[in-house]
């Protein structure tokens, strides 16, 4: 089945994660084929005749041929029979991503407008990231808590909309290292583009490290604290640190404390309230020379704590 | 009786503004249509092309995402229910079901009037929504985010619901004058297949549009009077949304592709000066996809979390529209099969359509496949697939019968070596566009996305250039419109040699199509 | 051409004859009753989906309806169809006054059918039974959290029916005004008769809407 392979390293679908993934791909790749040929005996046809009948004198004479029982039986039948085999071959796969596997490891996702919240059962809580470990099965029981989202992961090959007052489900089992892509499917409002999480697979040794470390979040002093949540929330994507840099926002290295002019001409001195505002509401005061709206407004996701934490870590930025 | 001038026309036979205004001619209803639509189009063409610039690039590049995701909802609105649902039925339809059939009019040309009237009050509504609070919640108004957004939603349905019932009205008006109305001799199987297509159509105009309206109207009382019928919050289920919308939603799609499919039947029997193959099953095909089309909506919602029972079936019965969409892909090409094909402008847009449609088809049977559209649900894959069968489809039908009914309607021709520019300018522009969507989709870039991972950026500039071939090539059709209505060369009664009803009347036809009731003996297609 | 004189009705220009158009406008009619008859059927199919939901909340919303109201106005609907076909009975036969007299007692039922509403809709409102957010569990006492959504059904599916009884009643005084006018004869009442089958839908609807809001529960 070289032709197979050949189709799949073309097929330009991302790397699979999965078993299912695999069975998807396997019958993606028939699909293609399938189609190439279809298209190929239909559109090679059409072009072959127009080509060998194109007009060739003004009065040229065409027989009368109003229709052929036998050939448009054929021509009914065979894709019937076709498209109810892919029918069945895609109805084999959909049951094996639907039906849940017992003793699954469970996570709750939340999701909510523009994140992806995690709850692992110990208590460990993440945002926008899932750690899970290799060749187990993962069972995520996700809701919503305002509009309707849907999960995605284009490796695996699963998707579910994640429903306000209801619960979804999608499991999956991991058979390759690495880390995932989660998208969101469903328009859920301005940031809906922005709302990606990353689905990490690690090894069961490091997956428990990964939790033990975490359960001990809430005894880090505050500035560690606001540390991990600046990695988390993925601050650093957009705002240095370590020195002056200057990228998509304003860098915070040594920021704490000094003046700055905003866009209005006004000038401001960075305390904590003015921190406080530019997390909860980023376009109220936004630093001369850089872009409004860029920023998301994390009103109503965080908690006074991981606030505070934050704002003793940028304090902290000298 | 009236006399017999052959010099007037439906054109210059009344003058001044009221006398189009207020007309109740079929044939200046649908030029009345045509101006409006092509209106609309620019609209929705405006949209996409600054959405098309939009993803140019990783990150804002010109505009803000609320601005974005306004701009995915007007063209999305704009483009189905102000183009391409009135699109081929209310332009070519109005003007070339009585034309066709051997009638005089339509069967109630008030009613004609009034829908043409009830876009109007609809697109203006929905228009007005750009000014008072824009809507971004993309086409398909899905609850509960319609519920929540500030955009106004409220006006933005109405205006759909009114447009809707246009819809409806149209529809009524050609089935009862397919019923009533065929001249003598003129039976059911002797009617041209772009009738049998406008009649399938109209039948799901009325049977489909009603539950549309009821949607809309309890989504807009939903944001009035807070009724929670679809809001979680108070009860309401927001997924039954879904099922009634698409319950509407989905035979809309065939709403779309029927009539195109009907127009191409016309041409590629004309082109080829043949007569179609297999009359019935192309006839038959189009009412099955119609009544199929009703029972297969829960293909939209494999993952919404319904039952796997019913994605099961819904997925069987979609796989069976597959069918009669073959038979005519089929058909079409076995009316090739020794023929005599000429490359007209308006040929070369049906072969395209069927180039097109055939990429849109087996793409649609890789979506109704369970597992296939778990993967492919929402990404870039369906808004490829749902172009290729539209705008692949649907408007090379379009543009095809335009410039193939533009010397009727007219009584002018066209410059056919730019018609046929603007053919090879929206061919490839369109697949330069559209194909490497696909190959987004399958690396699982989401629909309606204002930004995405930098992975996606150089197939998204491809899709983009080509966004500019299909604006530069609908231009330079607006241009070939124009310049025939201003220079074009007086057109004969029946430049192609078509064998329907409509090319046996002067060119443009008299206001009463017929100065002596027709009578038919034959098929519409006797090419001996 | 037909020979034109003043019992005779002009008929448009692209039919054969009068009855051409009489048959044609009456599949029109029954064309458009299909979309209202669809229209509603949504309607109904997410009330049976609600009702099976939450079976004890409908019941309890259905208690609060007050049902001899509800059945006296079905009473006058029934009442007032029988009078509209009867209208149309003496055009056919050729009798203004007896058809000018039913067409009236028509207009009249619905009016008291619009009249009954406006009372049971006000004391709703007085009770505070409003449509879903604006219900006030707390102050009118209710047991199920989401009284509200009965009270959307309620108020939406009798408030679109109200809205086709008032059309229809506009529809019947234009009729009305018409007949007086002489434009109807036994040869030419298409518009009577379309109008009559308006209000026969309208009707019906009602014979379904009666028993599930008020009875069922």
């Known amino acids: ?318 | 009786m009236a006399n017999h001038d052959s010099n007037l026309n439906y054109i210059n036979e009344f003058k001044g503004i009221k006398s189009w205004l207020f007309s109740l001619d079929h044939k200046r209803i649908g030029i009345l249509y045509m101006i409006s639509v092509m209106f609309f189009f620019l609209l929705g063409g405006i949209a996409a092309l600054g959405i098309r610039l939009e993803l140019f690039s990783v990150g804002p590049t010109l505009m803000t995402a609320d601005t974005y995701n306004q701009f995915m909802t007007y063209h999305g609105a704009i483009m189905v229910f102000m183009v391409i649902v009135p699109g081929i039925p209310a332009i070519l339809g109005n003007f070339f079901l009585p034309l066709h059939i051997g009638a005089k009019d339509v069967a109630f040309p008030r009613l004609n009037l009034l829908s043409w009237y009830m876009l109007m009050l609809g697109a203006a509504m929905a228009i007005a929504t750009l000014f008072i609070h824009r809507l971004d919640t993309g086409w398909t108004f899905y609850t509960p985010y319609s519920i929540k957004t500030s955009g106004s939603t409220a006006l933005m349905v109405v205006a759909v619901f009114i447009m809707g019932m246009s819809s409806v009205l149209t529809g009524l008006n050609f089935i009862a004058t397919v019923h009533k109305l065929r001249c003598e001799g003129m039976t059911m199987y002797r009617i041209p297949l772009f009738v049998w297509a406008l009649y399938s159509t109209a039948i799901l105009q009325v049977l489909a549009t009603p539950v549309l309206a009821i949607t809309l109207l309890l989504l807009a009382m939903e944001r009035i009077l807070g009724v929670g019928i679809f809001d979680p919050a108070l009860g309401g289920d927001p997924v039954l949304f879904q099922h009634f919308f698409w319950f509407y939603s989905h035979p809309a799609v065939y709403i779309m592709i029927l009539p195109a499919m009907g127009v191409v039947s016309e041409l590629i029997t004309t082109f080829s000066r043949k007569t179609i193959f297999g009359y019935t099953a192309i006839a038959y095909s189009s009412l099955g996809i119609a009544a199929v089309s009703f029972f297969v909506w829960g293909h939209h919602m494999y993952v919404s979390g319904q039952s796997e029972t019913a994605g099961i079936v819904f997925s069987f019965l979609t796989m069976l529209v597959g069918v009669p969409t073959a038979i005519k892909m089929f058909n079409w090409v076995s009316t090739l099969y020794r023929g005599s094909i000429s490359f007209q402008s308006p040929m070369l847009f049906a072969l395209g359509f069927l180039f097109l449609f055939m990429i849109g088809g087996v793409t649609g049977i890789m979506l109704a496949t369970l597992a296939i559209d778990v993967h492919f649900h929402d990404t870039y894959f369906v808004v490829a697939h749902f172009h290729y069968v539209m705008v692949g489809g649907t408007l090379m039908a379009l543009m095809g019968g335009f410039y193939y009914w533009i010397p009727k309607m007219f009584g002018k021709m066209y410059n056919e070596g730019l018609a046929r520019l603007t053919f090879v300018l929206i061919f490839i522009g369109f697949n330069v566009t559209f194909f490497p969507q696909f190959i987004l989709g399958a690396m699982g870039m989401p629909r309606r996305y204002f930004d995405y991972i930098p992975a996606y950026e150089s197939l998204n500039r491809i899709s983009t250039v080509g966004s500019w071939l299909i604006g530069a090539g609908f231009l330079i059709s607006l241009y070939v419109i124009i310049d025939c209505l201003v220079r074009g060369k007086k057109a004969p009664e029946n430049p192609w040699g078509s064998k329907t009803l409509e090319w046996t009347v002067a060119s443009p036809p008299p206001h009463h199509n017929f100065h002596h009731d027709p009578v038919v003996s034959a098929g519409p297609y006797e090419y001996r | 051409m037909s020979t034109v004189n003043s019992h005779e009705h002009h008929y448009a220009h692209h039919f054969k004859n009068a009855d051409h158009e009489f048959v044609t406008s009456k599949q029109g009619i029954w064309l458009f009753m299909v979309t209202e008859i669809l229209m509603f059927g949504g309607l109904f199919v997410a009330f049976f989906i609600y009702h099976a939901m939450y079976p004890e909340m409908f019941a309890e919303g259905a208690k609060q309806l007050d049902w001899r109201m509800g059945f006296t106005n079905t009473l006058v609907l029934i009442f007032s169809s029988f009078t509209m076909a009867l209208g149309i009975h003496y055009i056919q036969k050729g009798d203004a006054r007896k058809a000018t007299w039913n067409l009236s007692a028509t207009i009249l039922c619905g009016a008291i059918f619009m009249v009954i509403k406006y009372f049971e809709y006000t004391h709703k409102f007085h009770l505070g039974f409003f449509p879903g957010k604006y219900l006030d569990v707390a102050r009118v006492g209710a047991e199920h959290a989401n009284l509200g959504l009965y009270f959307g059904f309620y108020y939406c599916m009798t408030g679109l029916h109200g809205i086709h009884v008032l059309t229809g009643m506009s529809l019947i005084v234009w009729v009305l005004f018409r007949h007086l006018r002489g434009d109807f004869n036994p040869h030419y009442y298409t518009p009577v008769e379309g109008v009559g089958i308006f209000w026969h839908i309208v009707d019906l609807v009602w014979i379904f809407l009666f028993p599930l809001l008020y009875l069922v529960g």
């Open chain 1, 1 to 318: 089945m070289m032709w197979m392979n050949l189709a799949r390293a073309q097929s330009l679908m991302p790397a699979e994660g999965t078993q299912i993934a695999t069975q998807v791909n396997n019958l993606y790749v028939f699909l293609l084929v399938a189609s190439l040929i279809a298209s190929a005996i239909i559109i090679g046809g059409m072009i072959f005749f127009v080509w060998k009948y194109r007009r060739k004198t003004a009065n040229d004479k065409t027989p009368y041929m109003s229709h052929n029982t036998t050939l448009e039986f054929l021509w009914s039948f065979i894709p019937l029979v076709i498209f109810l085999g892919v029918f069945a071959w895609g109805w084999y796969i959909y049951h094996n991503m639907r039906a849940m596997p017992k003793d699954a490891l469970e996570i709750h996702i939340v999701g909510k407008q523009w994140a992806w919240e995690t709850q692992y059962k110990s208590g460990v809580k993440a945002s926008n990231l899932i750690v899970a470990p290799i060749n187990t099965d993962v069972k995520l029981i996700m809701t919503s808590t305002d509009v309707i989202h849907s999960f995605f992961v284009p490796s695996f090959r699963i998707k579910q909309d994640v429903v306000p007052g209801r619960y979804t489900a999608l499991w999956f089992r991991a058979n390759k290292l690495g880390e995932y892509h989660i998208f969101c499917t469903e328009f859920c409002g301005t940031q809906h583009s922005g709302m990606i999480g990353t689905l990490r697979v690690v090894s069961q040794q490091e997956y428990e490290a990964w939790l033990e470390e975490e359960s001990k979040v809430g005894l880090l002093p505050l500035a560690q604290r606001g540390e991990k949540i600046f990695q988390v929330k993925a601050c650093a994507s957009c705002h240095s640190t370590a020195d002056a840099a200057v990228k998509v926002g304003p860098p915070l290295f040594k920021a704490f404390g000094k003046t700055h002019e905003m866009a209005n001409g006004e000038k401001v001195a960075m305390d904590e309230n003015y921190i406080r505002e530019s997390i909860m509401s980023p376009n109220a005061k936004v630093v001369k020379g850089f872009p409004q709206n860029v920023m998301p407004a994390f009103q109503g996701q965080l908690s006074e704590t991981e606030l505070s934490a934050l704002v003793e870590y940028i304090k902290g930025l000298q």
